[in-house]
């Protein structure tokens, strides 16, 4: 009879667990490290992209030299963030990660901007080519990162709902830290670039001859005598 007394103990320990709702968080922390492992995966694929982007850039446009480092010094610096399923649990280390790739972001839009005034840069087969690596890329992100926001979303929800708040205050189950869009959308935010003043279109028309006036310079000739 005593030895039947610890397997009751863990029936009964097992149905307050499952009805506490530490089942639940335990599979929404899963959901939400399965998508922030998703997210990482596409920010290291487009980190990937960017030497060969870099080098194809050089050879057109070496005097952009501050462009192109600021972009290698952008990736080195994302590089340098280990981006393992524990940073979820670390605000602080998420805000650096989040901040190095916004850095990044912003680094390559000035990047594309310069490559904008280099037209056989543009029509180079292999920048081409990155570029549209780089879009679906940027695209994947996107959508990893709002799976990632929906997950943390619903976890949070969870873990601050009673009675599962007091599940998650017991077993450890923190709050995880979100995207700031906001701030990543400022930072990320290319800057002007002026490629040459186009001309005034009424300065247009006052340099284009009316048809059928005389060019510039020369005089109508005369009306023949009746």
Same mark, same amino acid.
């Given at each position: 009879?005593?030895?039947?007394?610890?397997?009751? #103990?863990?029936?009964?320990?097992?149905?307050?667990?499952?009805?506490?709702?530490?089942?639940?968080?335990?599979?929404?922390?899963?959901?939400? %490290?399965?998508?922030?492992? !998703?997210?990482?995966?596409? =920010?290291?694929?487009?980190?990937?992209?960017?030497?060969?982007?870099?080098?194809?850039?050089?050879?057109?446009?070496?005097?952009?030299?501050?462009?192109?480092?600021?972009?290698?010094?952008?990736?080195?610096?994302?590089?340098?963030?280990?981006?393992?399923?524990?940073?979820?649990?670390?605000?602080?280390?998420?805000?650096? #990660?989040?901040?190095?790739?916004?850095?990044?972001?912003?680094?390559?839009?000035?990047?594309?901007?310069?490559?904008?005034?280099?037209?056989?840069?543009?029509?180079?087969?292999? #920048?081409?080519?990155?570029?549209?690596?780089? !879009?679906?890329?940027?695209?994947?992100?996107?959508?990893?990162?709002?799976? =990632?926001?929906?997950?943390?979303?619903?976890?949070?929800?969870?873990? %601050?709902?009673?009675?599962?708040?007091? +599940?998650?205050?017991? #077993?450890?189950?923190? !709050? %995880?830290?979100?995207?700031?869009?906001?701030? !990543?959308?400022?930072?990320?935010?290319?800057?002007?670039?002026?490629?040459?003043?186009?001309?005034?279109?009424?300065?247009?028309?006052?340099?284009?001859?009316?048809?059928?006036?005389?060019?510039?310079?020369? +005089?109508?000739?005369?009306?023949?005598?009746?």
């Amino acid at each position: 009879m005593l030895r039947r007394i610890p397997v009751v #103990f863990a029936w009964l320990a097992l149905l307050l667990l499952s009805g506490c709702g530490y089942n639940t968080l335990q599979s929404l922390d899963q959901q939400v %490290k399965s998508s922030w492992a !998703e997210v990482v995966n596409q =920010y290291q694929r487009r980190a990937d992209l960017i030497p060969n982007l870099v080098n194809t850039v050089k050879g057109y446009a070496q005097q952009e030299r501050d462009v192109l480092l600021g972009v290698t010094e952008a990736r080195a610096k994302v590089g340098s963030i280990q981006a393992t399923p524990e940073l979820v649990d670390n605000p602080e280390a998420f805000q650096r #990660f989040q901040a190095a790739q916004a850095q990044l972001t912003g680094a390559l839009s000035r990047l594309l901007a310069v490559a904008e005034n280099y037209p056989q840069l543009k029509s180079d087969q292999n #920048f081409r080519d990155l570029q549209a690596q780089l !879009e679906g890329t940027e695209n994947r992100i996107a959508v990893a990162r709002n799976r =990632y926001i929906k997950a943390v979303q619903e976890y949070n929800t969870t873990a %601050k709902s009673f009675p599962t708040n007091l +599940t998650a205050m017991m #077993f450890g189950f923190k !709050e %995880k830290p979100q995207f700031t869009v906001e701030n !990543e959308r400022e930072i990320a935010r290319p800057p002007t670039v002026d490629f040459g003043t186009p001309p005034s279109p009424s300065r247009d028309r006052a340099a284009s001859p009316r048809p059928g006036a005389p060019a510039a310079g020369t +005089t109508e000739p005369a009306a023949p005598a009746k």
